[in-house]
């Protein structure tokens, strides 16, 4: 299943968005003029993931994350664009989600919530 970057950035606000999930699933994170970093998703919510990542990009830099996130017995194919809020060079990078489709967030949130 396949997800298509549309409709306005997530304003959702409240307990689930910040409740967050380990995960450990390889993503790309693609920046300006092509630039690309590979990594794992570390941990993941409504609002955004943490991307452990060998090249990291600096706060403020708007990229489009790319990962498969395993719902057994579903694999759902992410793709957002995002924004880069904290950096810690060479090592990881937390993104925050800007659009996120209504499928893609029920699917996140489903993920999420397996958690408890």
Do not use: C
Not at 59 to 83: D, K, N, W, Y
Not at 86 to 114: C, K, N, P, T, W
Request: positive net charge.
């Amino acid at each position: 299943m396949s997800f298509t970057l549309t409709g306005p950035p997530e304003t959702h606000a409240g307990p689930l968005r910040d409740k967050r999930r380990d995960a450990n699933w390889l993503t790309q994170v693609e920046g300006p003029a092509g630039s690309s970093s590979l990594g794992r998703v570390a941990n993941i919510s409504l609002g955004g993931l943490l991307v452990k990542s060998a090249t990291t990009f600096t706060p403020g830099t708007r990229v489009t994350v790319r990962f498969h996130m395993r719902l057994a017995p579903e694999t759902h194919f992410i793709e957002s664009r995002g924004l880069v809020v904290h950096e810690e060079i060479g090592a990881r990078m937390g993104i925050q989600f800007l659009q996120l489709q209504a499928s893609a967030r029920r699917a996140l949130g489903d993920y999420v919530l397996r958690s408890s």
